[in-house]
């Protein structure tokens, strides 16, 4: 078992959706979760992080974090077609010199 | 754009030769990161440079060394390559020593025959 799953995909949804993306985990002692979006022949951009559990939210993003599950979410409301890109999750133990460890993305498309 | 930039884009090299990646950080981030991304998966961990000194390192041979500059530009150097060194190699630069708040460029996609 890896240490993050995340389903590949493609997940295809029509514009104005809201998107659901999830990833689980198996080691408890992860304590920062990010995301990221991919677009096709980019490197990575960070969209939002959270340390521990709750929630953080962000213009149309929402992150979640359930620990007690080992379960985030990333929500997408009003989807738009420029959302379509792969979407990679990725946690570490701790805010210093820690190495993170990525799923490996789930692909989403917004069709108009 | 994140102003992480690498070079080159592409590049093809045959099995056992050695390979030099580069890669120019933000202005005053002090921390890169090399990462390579298989195709269909997320990216993995090799390195990170801070100061110019390797502070932290996944699971990658030897064969797989960096070096960092003081005008933040960076570079991976992979000896001896593999077929399965073909990938895309990310490089990412963040503001402290954390991982947390990192960016990326745009890659190398590094084809070995």
Same mark, same amino acid.
């Given at each position: 078992?890896?240490?993050?799953?995340?389903?590949?995909?493609?997940?295809?949804?029509?514009?104005?959706?809201?998107?659901?993306?999830?990833?689980?985990?198996?080691?408890?002692?992860?304590?920062?979760?990010?995301?990221?979006?991919?677009?096709?022949?980019?490197?990575?951009?960070?969209?939002?992080?959270?340390?521990?559990?709750?929630?953080?939210?962000?213009?149309?993003?929402?992150?979640?974090?359930?620990?007690?599950?080992?379960?985030?979410?990333?929500?997408?409301?009003?989807?738009?077609?420029?959302?379509?890109?792969?979407?990679?999750?990725?946690?570490?133990?701790?805010?210093?010199?820690?190495?993170?460890?990525?799923?490996?993305?789930?692909?989403?498309?917004?069709?108009? | 754009?994140?102003?992480?930039?690498?070079?080159?884009?592409?590049?093809?090299?045959?099995?056992?030769?050695?390979?030099?990646?580069?890669?120019?950080?933000?202005?005053?981030?002090?921390?890169?990161?090399? *990462?390579?991304? %298989?195709?269909?998966? &997320?990216?993995?961990?090799?390195? @990170? /440079?801070?100061?110019?000194?390797?502070?932290?390192?996944?699971?990658?041979?030897?064969?797989?060394?960096?070096?960092?500059?003081?005008?933040?530009?960076?570079?991976?150097?992979?000896?001896?390559?593999?077929?399965?060194?073909?990938?895309? *190699?990310?490089? %990412?630069?963040?503001? &402290?020593?954390?991982?947390?708040? @990192? /960016?990326?460029?745009?890659?190398?996609?590094?084809?070995?025959?």
């Amino acid at each position: 078992q890896k240490e993050v799953e995340q389903d590949p995909g493609p997940l295809s949804v029509p514009e104005g959706a809201i998107v659901s993306l999830n990833c689980t985990y198996s080691n408890s002692a992860f304590q920062y979760f990010m995301w990221y979006r991919q677009y096709s022949r980019k490197g990575p951009e960070l969209l939002m992080y959270t340390y521990s559990s709750g929630n953080k939210e962000d213009g149309r993003f929402t992150a979640q974090v359930d620990k007690s599950s080992k379960y985030i979410s990333l929500f997408i409301r009003d989807s738009q077609p420029s959302d379509s890109a792969t979407y990679l999750c990725a946690m570490s133990y701790t805010g210093g010199s820690y190495i993170p460890t990525f799923g490996r993305g789930t692909s989403l498309i917004v069709h108009p | 754009e994140t102003g992480v930039t690498q070079s080159p884009t592409h590049l093809i090299k045959t099995r056992g030769q050695q390979v030099t990646l580069r890669c120019s950080s933000q202005s005053g981030h002090n921390t890169v990161s090399w *990462y390579q991304q %298989a195709l269909g998966q &997320g990216p993995q961990f090799i390195f @990170q /440079y801070y100061r110019e000194e390797e502070n932290g390192r996944g699971n990658f041979p030897p064969r797989f060394s960096g070096l960092q500059f003081p005008n933040y530009s960076s570079e991976l150097n992979v000896n001896a390559l593999e077929l399965d060194d073909s990938a895309l *190699y990310l490089c %990412a630069s963040s503001p &402290g020593d954390g991982l947390e708040e @990192q /960016y990326f460029g745009p890659g190398t996609r590094l084809t070995v025959t």
